[in-house]
């Protein structure tokens, strides 16, 4: 009877403190609705990804616990979601169809208030921002086992969109049927990516099993949907969207499997502190160019976090570079060092300076 009425009472409690959440929960959209209206007289933007950036870091580093650290950012990137919607209808374009890793990213980044609209093609995500359909787009741009993804890459060639934020989103591969019994696969659906993600599982527990390529994970779903006889390689939220059950979880080759997405927009975001900035350009073909290409980073001590070359489509055995490095391009630094960049350059092409993600 005591324990009973104790567990009636610390429930009460706990009804109390849910109801003074949701009290600041609306003290809170008043005051963004408030925030939102100087806003709009200002034509300022509302959306701001450093103060977002910011509001996650000040709340992680001052919680006592015993919440976890790693749920604080996903409630206020919920609670933040919900907040953008009253100030305006926030849509972003992401690579389709629903139940994707790109899906996946996008609920990440932006939550479930968002209005997210699949695109066909990674082309089609730049268009929709371009014409203003969408007020962000997010891409694949790279995969920690597969490597860069060059569709995206190009993209920029053509485009003049800026990076505004990346994702990372850790990728986990599932062995989904409508069954969930091993025995009854007799084939397997998804895409070329996540079928040479798992490729030595796949040889060692299904060797004799024909693999299909098809557009998108979730297509594979779909199809496994309907055939009793077939599994999919997708994620563990496509499962619950197409009722099918888990053969076999995490089946990648390799652990920590990161894929890394670009969030693209109009507008250069602003300073946060933690920045990576993104280059692409070309270098003259004269003797010693690599070295003079990196000197001017290396001489201030400006991290280079990645340099890929592309071939340039409209020159035979000429190259375009895509380099990010460690900050903002406001900084006098690395500013100074892109100026110097240039002196030995065709061209360089600022895409993005933004913050830093973190895995």
Known sequence: MQEKQTLAKLRQEIDTVDDRILD????????????????????????????????????????PGPFPADAVR????????????????????????KATFSHLATMQQFGLSAEL???????????????GEAYYGLVPVENSTEGMISHTLDMFMESELKINAEVLLEVSH???????????????????????QCRKWLAENLPNV?????????LAA??????YTAAAIASEYAASIYNLKVVKARIEDQVNNFTRFLVIGR????????????????????????????EPFAKR??????????????????????????GHITDPEVAKAVQELSLCCQFVKVLGSYPRARS
Request: aromatic share 8%; proline share 6%.
């Open 24 to 63: 600041l929960l609306n003290r809170r959209a008043t005051l963004v609705m408030q925030v939102g209206a100087l806003k709009s007289r200002s034509q300022s933007d509302f959306h701001v990804p450093s103060r977002e950036r910011e509001i996650y870091e000040r709340l992680t580093a001052a919680n």
């Open 74 to 97: 996903g409630v206020f990137r919920e609670i933040i979601s919900a907040s953008l919607a009253l100030e305006s209808p926030m849509k972003v374009a992401f690579l389709g169809p």
């Open 117 to 131: 609209s699949p695109e066909r093609s990674i082309p089609a995500v730049f268009e929709a921002v371009e014409k």
């Open 174 to 196: 599932f062995l989904l049927s409508r069954t969930g019994r091993f025995e009854d696969v007799k084939k397997v659906y998804s895409h070329p990516q996540p079928l040479a």
């Open 210 to 218: 024909p693999l299909v390529d098809v557009a998108s994970t979730t």
């Open 222 to 227: 779909q199809i496994v949907g309907e055939d």
């Open 267 to 294: 507008k250069l975001a602003d300073r946060c502190g933690d920045d990576k900035t993104s280059l692409m350009f070309a270098v003259r073909d004269e003797p010693g160019i690599l070295h003079r290409m990196l």
């Open 301 to 326: 001590g400006i991290n280079l976090s990645k340099i890929e070359s592309r071939p340039m489509k409209k020159k035979a055995w000429e190259y375009i570079f895509y380099l990010d490095l460690t």
